[in-house]
């Protein structure tokens, strides 16, 4: 962890002072299930040099949330504030700013992973972490798209560069990731398969796939064939059997990094190409995402929202591994 992100985090946890302006936060003392998070009284943050103080209006949620509740991964013990996904006002902005002023409708990613802190009523982050907010869009649905949309888009295209004509198969295209990727690739003229359970088809079918494959009763590896591009949100062994449906010099692209030597592997005997990611914070591609939503050719599904102070129950419903896109909280009205 960089000395500004870990000073940031320290900023988001530590007790207030009588005089200091607070916020409510959701934070956690330990590690473990969704009991675990309380909300509570902290430190409103200040911007600082380059970043802008955001009045947070709704936030997403997503698994890489509730996988660092239970294990902290990449911040370690707490206390911490999770929280990647932000939709608000600006409130203020700090030295140097110039793109953004008190009163400007924003969303986007904060600097993904030690960056997080949207679960709260205010959050500060880099000035090139955010984007207008397309007047199209509200604070909700904007707060559900910034992570899943930049890792679908940073996937697709800076990895993978979907091109028109190519085919493309999604796994979990019902997720928070897959269903914006069904879209992305569709807008850049793939033909798309989806894998999802029965219930799903219809959705998944209505965001644009070409094709989608019950994953519970048929097997993909014989239905998807001669497939260009593969979206892998799921790893283990179908991140592995994934490589067998690549024509020669395909690629698969997963998001989630980490053992990833026998994917290598195999993908040099079969001739084809593999490579992980972790999403990053990106001005442009969120920019390139508000094109999407402006045109018509993206937008993100809630399919449930919970109060700032209810967010253990949307880690609860988001555990279950059953969410139709996303769930955001909703910090203000």
Partial sequence: MTQNTASQQAEQTRPTQPTEPTMKAISQDVLGDPGVLKEIDIARPKPGVGQILVAVHAAGVNPTDWKHRRFGYFLGEPPFTLGWDVSGVVEAVGMGVSLFKPGDEVFGMLPYPYGAGSHAEYVTGPTRAFVPKPAGLSHVEAGALPLVALTAWQALVDNAHVEAGQRVLVHAAAGGVGHVAVQIAKARGAYVIGTASAAKHEFVRGLGADEVIDYRTADFVKE??????????????????????????????????????????????????????????????????????????????????????????????????????????TVRA
């Fill in 224 to 329: 998807a064939r001669d497939i260009d591009v593969v979206l892998d949100p799921l790893g283990g062994e179908d991140r592995l059997r994934s490589l067998e449906v690549l024509r020669p010099g395909g690629i698969l692209v997963s998001i989630l990094p980490g053992n990833f030597g026998d994917v290598i592997e195999r993908a040099g005997e079969l001739g084809v190409r593999a490579t992980d990611m972790l999403v990053e914070h990106d001005q442009a591609g969120m920019a390139a995402i508000v094109a999407l939503v402006e045109s018509g050719q993206l937008r993100g599904h809630v399919s449930g929202t919970y109060p700032l102070a209810d967010a253990a129950k949307a880690h609860e419903e988001g555990e279950t591994g059953r969410v139709t896109g996303k769930l955001v909280l």
